[in-house]
């Protein structure tokens, strides 16, 4: 006969894991704050256009790139900060230690200067010495 019950250990492992993060103070705005951070830093979704451009180009943790392409449509999922369909603009050219970017998110026509969030930069460990990042409107 059992006189007591004893929660499982994987219970008390979730409950530990759900109560130490508030108790270090990570409060629901914390987890937003990391959840936009994740936003910002990958893009996953599909890019589709209604006029043929390629691109197959692959980044290798802004070390080294390889590739390239030129894309001027629409993209479905989360990307450039932003969650849903989105005008996107990408232009690119990686050539290993060297590469060229251009990307943009946005409506290109809702601003008197353009695409919304137009960046131009130079990536790899060339393009850090020796390239100018900057944003810009492209004409």
Not at 34 to 58: E, K
Not at 93 to 98: A, E, K, M, P
Not at 110 to 121: E, I, K, N, Y
Request: glycine residues 18%.
């Amino acid at each position: 006969m059992r006189v007591g019950y004893c929660a499982p250990r994987w219970a008390l492992g979730l409950t530990l894991a759900a109560t130490l993060p508030v108790l270090q103070g990570c409060t629901p705005g914390y987890w937003n704050n990391r959840a936009a951070d994740a936003n910002d830093i990958a893009d996953v979704g599909l890019t589709y256009t209604t006029q043929l451009n390629f691109s197959l180009y692959v980044c290798l943790l802004g070390f080294a790139t390889l590739g390239g392409g030129y894309v001027d449509g629409y993209y479905v999922g989360a990307g450039g900060g932003q969650v849903g369909v989105v005008r996107h603009y990408q232009q690119s050219v990686g050539l290993g230690l060297w590469s060229y970017e251009e990307f943009g998110w946005g409506d290109p026509t809702g601003q008197t200067t353009g695409w919304a969030t137009v960046d131009r930069r130079y990536v790899g460990v060339l393009g850090w010495i020796f390239g100018p990042n900057k944003k810009f409107a492209p004409a």
